[in-house]
């Protein structure tokens, strides 16, 4: 069991293929790029290469407006291309997750072309259209101050259609059963080339009812168990990863009682409380989100993460917690995005201060689930806030000193990389700090190797401990006969921090510390004072100095 759900301990590198390293010199990165790049993911530690869209696209939306799902964009190779890829992976160890957008399609695909010109068309009804527009047109909108309507008026077609997002990303209407077969085949397309799963954008609108009498969509959860079914029945092992900014009380809808759903959601709820936890140095709403987010079925997982390739998602706070963060992170409005988010890099919402993000780095390790990094924040790179919308935090990857900092040969990369500063290539990038020993890219590998060495955390049931401090969080992970124990203070002040184990495996009396020789013991009663630093950390293995020996194997 432990070998077939392989997504539990993994360590997931989300990149897009066109920022990422080129290789035929012409600006944009490629596949052929990416798998000179492989040797470093492995030696980094990463398990699985997460891919944002490479599929051909307009490009209007990042990608994520794809006109044939069935492709590689031209400008980062071919088909071939991406099975080499995939081969080269397979022969790392690596396995690979791609992005599968089909809440809409690009006004460029094929089927929305002929669906608006012709009303006979078998494709008419994969779109969500109306005779009028509807009363509600201006309910549910995803981008505020960017995006005015959910649905545009079509002159071709003489009708209006529906979608969530922008007006050039037509919704697929996903009840269709015609449309549900093809993606479908869309996902064994892509298994069959070697993926080992999906990361599904906007799985709440996809499952969601739509059309213009729907007042309040329901969603249909039948249809994530019949994308489960098919990808065990054409690759036993094939996962889900989906993208579902939900309410706790319907996560396991999302889930399954059984499990019997997805496999894999990240969790936001989590997410948007870590940040507010590193703005005020409260844990409690922390603690509280772990909590409501414990249930799920033995084979669920969570994906755990910190920055991903969208704005930093506030909208699950109080206001109050809200304007905290944005306080804290992005007191510019500049710096906010969508009357909810904030679009900056990790490194520099935390001023580039090494504690801090090495605690934000070490909490993101050590929450229940699965971790999934960013590129680039592992060397902490910045943003270009001149850079409209998302672009800000989305340059190329600085891989050296070199010009447009190794990434491209061109004159003109794909987009501008970050120069100059305490975030430019000049400073921050692959090459120096894989020299330096302290480097954060260094501490990093340490941290992902120690990481995998610890599956209690993944595969284990979990206890917040009760401290002598709320800015300090301690988390219990059981699993096997195995207890671990993990200490973080996010306040700015040394402190000391009095906790019990608890009933937890092996001699509650003795903590090794995984990542030091600083050992503890506990007193008569049983309690353990830890010192900690400022934003200091601990991972403690429960029991006496032989615990290696002891360790169940995975």
């Known amino acids: 069991m432990v070998n077939d759900l392989w997504y539990k301990n993994a360590i997931v590198y989300c990149l897009s293929v066109g920022t990422f390293m080129d290789a035929n010199g012409d600006g944009i990165g490629d596949f052929q790029g990416l798998m000179r790049r492989l040797d470093y993911l492995q030696g980094l530690g990463i398990t699985t290469i997460w891919l944002m869209p490479f599929q051909p696209s307009p490009c209007r939306d990042n990608g994520y407006d794809i006109s044939d799902y069935y492709n590689v964009d031209p400008r980062y190779g071919t088909l071939g291309d991406f099975t080499e890829f995939t081969h080269a992976c397979r022969q790392r160890g690596l396995r690979v997750l791609i992005d599968l957008v089909v809440n809409h399609t690009s006004d460029q695909h094929a089927w929305f072309k002929e669906a608006r010109r012709d009303p006979q068309s078998k494709y008419r009804d994969w779109y969500v259209w109306s005779k009028k527009k509807p009363a509600n047109a201006k309910d549910g909108v995803v981008f505020p101050g960017v995006q005015k309507s959910t649905w545009t008026y079509d002159k071709e077609a003489s009708m209006w259609y529906f979608h969530r997002f922008y007006d050039f990303q037509p919704d697929l209407n996903t009840a269709n059963p015609y449309v549900q077969a093809e993606l479908l085949k869309i996902m064994g397309f892509w298994i069959q080339l070697g993926v080992s799963g999906f990361r599904m954008d906007a799985v709440p609108f996809v499952i969601a009812t739509k059309g213009a009498q729907v007042k309040k969509p329901v969603e249909q959860y039948d249809m994530l168990r019949t994308f489960r079914e098919f990808l065990q029945w054409r690759e036993g092992d094939a996962i889900i990863l989906a993208e579902a900014n939900v309410l706790p009380d319907t996560d396991m809808q999302y889930f399954g009682d059984e499990g019997e759903r997805l496999q894999m959601m990240f969790n936001f709820q989590v997410n948007q409380n870590t940040f507010y936890a590193l703005a005020s140095a409260d844990t409690g709403p922390l603690k509280k989100a772990l909590l409501a987010t414990k249930a799920r079925a033995a084979t669920a997982q969570w994906g755990v993460f910190l920055r991903n390739h969208d704005e930093l998602d506030l909208g699950r706070l109080a206001p109050q917690q809200r304007e905290t963060v944005f306080a804290a992170f992005g007191p510019d409005p500049g710096m906010q995005l969508y009357e909810r988010g904030i679009r900056r890099r990790l490194a520099p919402m935390l001023d580039g201060d090494r504690h801090r993000l090495e605690l934000a780095y070490s909490l993101m390790l050590t929450l229940p689930g699965t971790p999934v990094v960013r590129y680039g924040d592992e060397i902490g790179m910045g943003d270009d806030l001149r850079l409209p919308e998302r672009e800000c935090a989305r340059t190329p990857m600085q891989w050296s000193t070199e010009p447009h900092g190794g990434f491209t040969k061109h004159s003109r990369p794909v987009s501008r990389v970050i120069s100059g500063g305490p975030y430019g290539f000049e400073r921050v990038n692959v090459a120096s700090q894989r020299r330096d020993p302290n480097s954060l890219l260094n501490w990093m590998e340490r941290m992902i190797r120690m990481r995998k060495e610890v ?32 200490v973080h203070n996010f306040s700015p002040a040394a402190c000391t921090v009095k906790f019990r184990v608890g009933p937890a495996a092996g001699d509650t009396r003795t903590l090794v510390n995984l990542l030091s020789d600083d050992h503890g013991e506990a007193d008569a009663a049983g309690r353990h004072a830890v010192v900690l630093e400022p934003y200091g950390y601990r991972w403690y293995r429960v029991g006496g100095l032989d615990y290696l020996l002891k360790r169940s194997e995975v």
């Open 455 to 486: 599956p209690e955390i993944s595969w284990g049931d979990f206890a917040i401990l009760r401290t002598s401090r709320d800015d300090v969080l301690a988390i219990r992970f059981d699993w096997r006969n195995n207890s671990v124990v993990c």
